[in-house]
């Protein structure tokens, strides 16, 4: 018994320590002014397929785990619908966590907010969206129609509630 689930955590090991896909391709970055978001599907915490709603008028990106935390403390403070009754959209970018981590810890904490999350799982994707950014700080990109019309690059939830109901 003692050799199976030695055998099982070498086997875990080596598949999360296996060598990543090399990542120093040119990647498009997502969050530049022009660009258009209107297509943006991602899910949400409930694994629900979500786009961007026309009426979005800001997203707000946290990359790092302390921005994210950050950001659903002050958003488990408003009401469920502050979001959308500010034209906001909020995505979390997850995808540097291992996938154990996602799975037993990160996604089922997720699922206990009110208020929308949509997930950046995919390293690949959330690549694009990183590059070119501070990905330690709060992203916020302004939209008209889809496009981009302005980032912010934010580091307080002051800033954070400001921006949001800044209409």
Same mark, same amino acid.
């Given at each position: 018994?003692?050799?199976?689930?030695? /055998?099982?955590? =070498? =086997? #875990?090991?080596? &598949? /999360?320590? @296996?060598?990543?896909?090399?990542?120093?391709?040119?990647?498009?970055? +997502?969050?530049?002014? /022009?660009?258009?978001? =209107? %297509?943006?599907?991602?899910?949400?915490?409930?694994?629900?397929?979500?786009?961007?709603?026309?009426?979005?008028?800001?997203?707000?990106?946290?990359?790092? *785990?302390?921005?994210?935390?950050?950001?659903?403390?002050?958003? &488990?403070?408003?009401?469920?619908? !502050?979001?959308?009754?500010? !034209?906001?959209?909020?995505?979390? %970018?997850?995808?540097?966590?291992? @996938?154990?981590?996602?799975?037993?810890?990160?996604?089922?904490?997720?699922?206990?907010? +009110?208020?929308?999350? #949509?997930?950046?799982? %995919?390293? +690949?994707?959330?690549?694009?969206?990183?590059? /070119?950014?501070?990905?330690?700080?709060?992203?916020?990109? !302004?939209?008209?129609?889809?496009?981009?019309?302005?980032? *912010?690059?934010?580091? @307080?939830? $002051? $800033?954070? *509630?400001?921006?949001? $109901? %800044? *209409?």
């Amino acid at each position: 018994m003692k050799k199976i689930l030695f /055998g099982l955590v =070498a =086997a #875990l090991l080596l &598949v /999360g320590c @296996s060598p990543k896909e090399d990542t120093n391709t040119k990647v498009e970055a +997502k969050i530049v002014i /022009g660009k258009s978001l =209107a %297509d943006l599907t991602l899910n949400d915490q409930f694994e629900k397929k979500q786009t961007l709603k026309e009426n979005t008028k800001k997203i707000i990106f946290a990359f790092s *785990k302390d921005m994210a935390h950050a950001c659903n403390d002050f958003f &488990v403070t408003q009401s469920p619908s !502050y979001l959308d009754e500010n !034209y906001t959209q909020f995505v979390a %970018d997850v995808s540097s966590a291992p @996938s154990i981590v996602r799975s037993m810890f990160i996604m089922p904490g997720l699922k206990d907010f +009110k208020h929308t999350v #949509l997930i950046l799982e %995919d390293e +690949k994707t959330a690549l694009g969206f990183k590059t /070119g950014i501070d990905a330690e700080k709060i992203i916020v990109a !302004y939209l008209e129609e889809g496009k981009i019309t302005q980032i *912010k690059t934010i580091s @307080s939830i $002051e $800033e954070l *509630k400001n921006i949001i $109901e %800044d *209409k």
